[in-house]
C-alpha cells in the first residue's frame, strides 16, 4: 500500500470523484465534451494531485496540494453552472457542494500539518 492511499483526503478524494461520474452519467448527451468532463476532470484532479504530491519534498507536496484544492473549486463553479442548466437539483448540489468544502479544509489542514 502506498502511503497517500492511507490519507483520509485522498479517500475522500476518490468517495467524491466516484459520486461525480455516477451523476453526470444522467446528464444531457451534448454536455460529453463540455461541463461533463471539465468536473470529471477536476474531481479526479483531487485525488491525483495528493497521490502525486507525495512522492515529492515536503514543499512541492504543499503545492500539489494546492492544486488539489484548486480542483475543487472548480468543481463549485461547474456544479453551480449544473445546477443553473438544472441539470443537477439543489439537494444534489448541496451534498457535492458540501463535499467540496470538506475537501478543501481537509486539504488546507494537512498542508498546514507540513510545515
Known amino acids: ?11 475522500e478524494a476518490l468517495k467524491f470523484a466516484n459520486e461525480v461520474y455516477r451523476i453526470t ?10 461541463l461533463i468532463d471539465q468536473l470529471r476532470r477536476a474531481s479526479v484532479s483531487v485525488a491525483l494531485n495528493i497521490a502525486e504530491g507525495t512522492s515529492r519534498t515536503k514543499k512541492d507536496f504543499g503545492h500539489f496540494l494546492d492544486l488539489s484544492r484548486g480542483s475543487c ?19 444534489i448540489y448541496e451534498k457535492l457542494y458540501s463535499s467540496c468544502v ?3 479544509r481537509m486539504l488546507s489542514a494537512l498542508k498546514n500539518s507540513l510545515s
Open 25 to 34: 452519467q444522467e446528464w444531457p448527451r451534448q454536455e460529453m465534451f463540455g
Open 102 to 104: 470538506s475537501l478543501s
Open 73 to 91: 473549486f472548480e468543481c463549485v463553479a461547474v456544479l453551480t453552472i449544473a445546477r443553473d442548466q438544472n441539470y443537477i437539483n439543489t439537494l
Open 1 to 11: 500500500m502506498f502511503k497517500f492511499e492511507e490519507l483520509n483526503v485522498y479517500q
